[in-house]
């Protein structure tokens, strides 16, 4: 070893430089390249928070058009929904359209009372399939679920205390969800 750093003594000194100065460059070289080497975690670091700064701004801009894409959804379905029912509706308005028409050509209060049951029953069908059902009142329990009072009947008797007595207007469910409630007279 000792042979090679003469041998590299010898050729730094045939080019005429001496040795000081070469060990002054081979230092700054490796200064030079420590601090390119503190600076690359520095560019790297920068570069990486530029990465997550760009998919940070992405994921804002998705989620920004996410939310008013469900924002527009939703005000079509509320414009919108109740297409289904409707339209299974019509052949009922016309039934009822033919039935006007047909009740000017008779006299028979009879086959218009008919007429209008069919009618009525063909419009509950379609109700049903709409998940519409009617909430029962009669000979039942008094329940503010299900029920308004309206009116309180009293000396109904202890067998009717706390029971429907009459029902003035029908309640109606859609899915288990009250929509209307019934309106009951209820024993006292």
């Known amino acids: 070893m000792k042979e090679k750093n003469i041998n590299t003594e010898d050729e730094e000194l045939q080019e005429g430089q001496p040795v000081n100065e070469t060990a002054n460059e081979v230092e700054a070289e490796q200064e030079s390249n420590e601090v390119a080497e503190e600076q690359d975690p520095l560019t ?5 928070i530029a990465d997550l700064k760009d998919k940070y701004l992405r994921q804002v801009a998705e989620f920004d058009n996410y939310r008013k894409r469900t924002l527009k959804e939703r005000a079509e379905l509320i414009l919108n929904g109740g297409e289904k029912t409707i339209t299974a509706l019509l052949p009922v308005i ?3 359209e033919r039935a006007i028409a047909n ?3 008779t006299d028979d209060p009879q086959v218009l009372r008919e007429g209008i049951t069919l009618i009525y029953q063909k419009l509950m069908k379609v109700l049903e399939a709409q998940g519409v059902s009617k909430i029962e009142t009669q000979d039942a329990d008094f ?3 299900l029920h308004e009072a ?3 009947v009293p000396g109904m008797g202890d067998d009717k205390k706390g029971k429907v007595i009459d029902c003035m207007a029908t309640g109606y469910k859609l899915n288990d969800k009250v929509i209307r409630y019934a309106k009951v007279a209820v024993g006292q």
Do not use: H, N, W
């Open 44 to 48: 790297e670091a920068q570069i990486q």
């Open 94 to 96: 016309d039934d009822m």
């Open 103 to 105: 009740g000017e050509k």
């Open 143 to 145: 329940d503010t679920s």
């Open 150 to 152: 309206i009116a309180l």
